[in-house]
C-alpha cells in the first residue's frame, strides 16, 4: 500500500512541514500559476479549499531542493516547466534532474547525454572511472620498454638535457655511477629504479667506466 494510499490529502500546514516551503511560497506558486495543488476549490476562500497530494507533496520537495538548497531561479524552474510541460507534474517526481551552474539538467530520453533543459544544449559529464582506466593504460604503455633497448645506453636532445640515459628510459647513467658509489648493490639500485634490470645497471656502469677512462 503506497503512501498516496493511506493520505491522500495535505493540508497547507502539512505541506510547509513536510517540504520546507513557506505558505507565501505555496500561495504565490498557486496563484500564478507555477504550482496548484490537486485537490482545488475555485473558491479559493474556502475552507481547506488548497489540498495537495501525495503527488504534489513529492513534486514540491523536489521543487524544494531545487530553490533552496541549490538556489536555482524560480524564473528558470518556471521555464523548465514551460519545456517540459508535456510530462505534467512528472517532471518533479519521475524524472531524474540534476543541477550544474543553478541550471536543471535532465537525461533527454532516448539518449544518454544530459541535456539543460531551458537551452537544449548537451552537458558533457566527465567519466571518472573511464579517465582513471585510460591514465592507467597509457601510463602502463608509456612504461613498456622495447626488448631491443635493454642492455643499452642512448641519448637525446628532447630526453633529459642530452644526458646518456638507459635505453627506453630517462634514467641517467650517471645515476645509476652515483648509486654504485656510495656502495648500493645491483638489487638497491633496481629497487630505486624497478624498470632497470641487471643488464641495463652492467651496461650503464661500463658506459660510465668508458667515459671516465676517456676523460
Excluded at 505558505?23 to 490537486?38: C, I, V
Excluded at 474556502?46 to 538556489?71: C, E, H, K
Excluded at 645506453?153 to 628510459?169: D, L, P
Aim: aromatic share 10%.
Amino acid at each position: 500500500m503506497t503512501a498516496d494510499v493511506i493520505i491522500r490529502a495535505f493540508s497547507e500546514d502539512s505541506v510547509m512541514c513536510l517540504t520546507g516551503l513557506t505558505r507565501s511560497q505555496l500561495r504565490y506558486w498557486d496563484k500564478t500559476g507555477f504550482f496548484a495543488p490537486e485537490y482545488a476549490d475555485k473558491d479559493s476562500k474556502a475552507a481547506f479549499s488548497r489540498l495537495y497530494s501525495f503527488r504534489d507533496v513529492v513534486a514540491l520537495r523536489t521543487l524544494s531542493v531545487l530553490r533552496n538548497q541549490y538556489n536555482v531561479a524560480l524564473q528558470h524552474l518556471r521555464r523548465v516547466a514551460d519545456k517540459l510541460s508535456h510530462l505534467g507534474y512528472d517532471i518533479w517526481t519521475k524524472t531524474t534532474l540534476y543541477v550544474l551552474n543553478r541550471k536543471v539538467i535532465f537525461h533527454e530520453p532516448g539518449t544518454d547525454l544530459p541535456q539543460e533543459v531551458v537551452s537544449g544544449q548537451y552537458v558533457m559529464g566527465l567519466m571518472l572511472k573511464t579517465i582513471i582506466s585510460d591514465t592507467t593504460r597509457d601510463v602502463e604503455k608509456m612504461r613498456r620498454r622495447d626488448p631491443e633497448k635493454i642492455g643499452r645506453v642512448e641519448r637525446s636532445r628532447y630526453v633529459n638535457h642530452n644526458a646518456w640515459v638507459v635505453g627506453g628510459t630517462r634514467i641517467p647513467t650517471a645515476a645509476i655511477k652515483r648509486f654504485k658509489d656510495a656502495g648500493y648493490t645491483t638489487e638497491q639500485i633496481i629497487d630505486e629504479y624497478p624498470d632497470l634490470t641487471e643488464v641495463d645497471i652492467r651496461a650503464a656502469l661500463r658506459h660510465e667506466g668508458q667515459r671516465s677512462s676517456a676523460a
